[in-house]
């Protein structure tokens, strides 16, 4: 299991309440977790100079000097706790519902499902010149470019065709593009002649969502 290192607040109260928390459970559990004396010692005494120096930056006796005393113990408050999670509260015998109750974030390390693609991209089809055109998509109403959630490309249809296609297995050539836009070039024979264009959305797994209309566009 691995801890994140965003786990201390940002904002003193906070901070003087969080490691007030943390201390207590360290304190609580130190033998079974194989914390030293020493350092048990240590972290008890930054917790109580952060507090009482954020106490005394808190009223009306602040000045410089206190609040750079507050900084400086809040330095050496989070050197200990940060010592004590890379060092000591990795051992495997500490749970992860003990790492949540000290105020530490867990890492889930279960991967989350990849679903089956449920929407269907849009494309627009480009002349860029001779025998090039490009196929640009996005996801159907969305302005943005980025791929829905576990899609890994899209799976284009398409075959150059004497009369409209029947259906999507008349479109016989598959490319997957996992970049927008995707460049085709045809040969020369095919200029002026009509490609048939379809579209989907594939998952890591190779499995397909919903196909677009049939699109054409006329080879330059």
């Known amino acids: ?9 940002t904002k003193d109260a906070e901070i003087a309440a969080w490691s007030e928390n943390f201390t207590n459970i360290v304190l609580a559990n130190a033998g079974s977790w ?26 009306p006796v602040r000045n410089k000097i206190i609040v750079k005393e ?4 809040k330095k ?6 940060r010592h004590l999670v890379n060092f000591r509260l990795r051992n495997p015998i500490i749970t992860d519902a003990q790492r949540i109750s000290m105020g530490l974030h867990v890492r889930d390390t279960a991967p989350s499902p990849i679903p089956v693609p449920s929407s269907r991209p ?23 470019k980025a791929k829905p959630y576990g899609v890994n490309g899209a799976v284009i249809l398409y075959s150059v065709l004497n009369s409209p296609p029947q259906g999507l297995d008349d479109l016989t050539h598959t490319v997957l593009a996992t970049r927008t836009p995707y460049i085709f070039e045809f040969n020369d024979k095919d200029r ?6 379809a579209i989907c959305w594939q998952n890591e797994k190779g499995e397909r969502g919903p196909m677009s209309e049939i699109s054409h566009a006329i080879i330059p």
């Open 122 to 144: 849009e494309m627009n089809i480009d002349v860029l010149d001779f025998r090039r055109l490009s196929v640009s998509f996005h996801d159907f109403g969305s302005a943005s």
């Open 192 to 197: 002026g002649k009509t490609v048939y264009f």
């Open 34 to 59: 194989e914390i030293s004396p020493q350092e048990t010692t240590d972290l008890q005494t930054a917790t109580t100079n952060f507090k009482n120096m954020h106490d005394l930056a808190d009223s």
């Open 76 to 81: 050496i408050l989070k050197d200990r706790i």
């Open 70 to 73: 507050k900084n400086d113990a």
């Open 1 to 9: 299991m691995t801890v994140r290192r965003d786990y201390i607040p």
